[in-house]
């Protein structure tokens, strides 16, 4: 009896310090990831993806692209990359989330959204017990977590890629947000007086224009986070409509994020 209780302590013993061994590893990993992505070349596998998948990407210059990939495969190293309801995260999954990630970042060259370390998966959209409804995803500063229904993340770029509905990018949007105030070293990379300009556009355009008349989905007036993010999704899913409609607003959004969708693709010289 005694020897099966030592035997048993043994073995807890070794699990724990496996446990402990392999989270410190893997922090380590992702912790060289700036270094790995700037040394490793960029995997074939994961460019046949983007060239499948991701319009974006194929449409930038060479040198764009280039720099997109280096971008891509810091984002993929940084993370921990956690599934939930289902075994292993795929090679697409990581690539389509984090080139989400660098379409929204690729003007903000140091930002890699680095509070949020752990990106949840779930293979459709998820029930939570906290607010007693299904999920298609959610950004949670508290426990450094982005999370994702991988079904409505495909729904956005693929079924209807300019309907301005995109979960990721609204997602990843409220995560940059809130990454801009995380006091860490991504603090306040926005140009404060951009943001300011945007906050007070936001709150005319809800106050003032009668909703069936609103450009952005009426969910946007829910507040200013809200806003931000559903501008973000007009912002890359249709950009020409955007600027046409709301040149100002369009404006800053080009100087918040140091990008304009239309030039960059190409789309308009
Ligand atoms: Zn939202």
């Known amino acids: 009896m005694v020897t099966l209780i030592i035997l048993a302590s043994v073995v807890f013993i070794v699990f724990q310090f496996r ?4 989270d410190v590893y893997e922090a380590a990993g992702r912790a060289t990831a700036p270094l790995r992505s700037a040394v490793l070349p960029f995997p074939a596998a994961y460019r046949e993806i983007l060239n499948k998948y991701f319009p974006y990407y194929q449409k ?9 990939e280096q971008k891509l495969l810091y984002f993929i190293l940084s993370k921990k990359w956690i599934p939930r309801q289902f075994d292993a995260v795929t090679d697409e999954m990581k690539v389509m989330i984090s080139a989400c990630a660098v379409q929204l970042t690729f003007g903000l060259p140091r930002i890699y959204l680095q509070h949020f370390i752990g990106i949840v998966i779930y293979p459709d959209n998820y029930y939570s017990s906290i607010t007693k409804r299904f999920h298609k995803g959610e950004v949670n500063p508290a426990y450094h977590l982005i999370v994702l229904s991988w079904k409505s993340f495909v729904d956005g770029y693929l079924v209807n890629p300019t309907d301005a509905i995109n979960v990721g990018l609204h997602e990843l949007a409220h995560a940059l947000r809130l990454e801009n105030l995380i006091r860490n070293d991504e603090y306040q990379f926005f140009d404060e007086d951009l943001l300011n300009k945007f906050d007070a556009y936001a709150h ?3 106050h003032e224009t009668d909703p069936q008349f609103l450009f952005f989905r009426p969910y946007a007036c829910t507040n200013e986070h809200e806003f931000f993010s559903v501008a973000v999704e007009n912002f890359f899913e249709r950009p020409q409509a955007f600027k046409e409609a709301l040149p100002q607003l369009y404006q800053v959004m080009t100087g918040l994020l140091n990008q304009d969708p239309l030039v960059i693709t190409g789309e308009q010289k």
């Open 60 to 68: 930038l210059s060479a040198g764009n692209r280039h720099a997109f």
């Open 19 to 22: 446990t402990k061994m392999q």
């Open 204 to 206: 005319r355009i809800c």
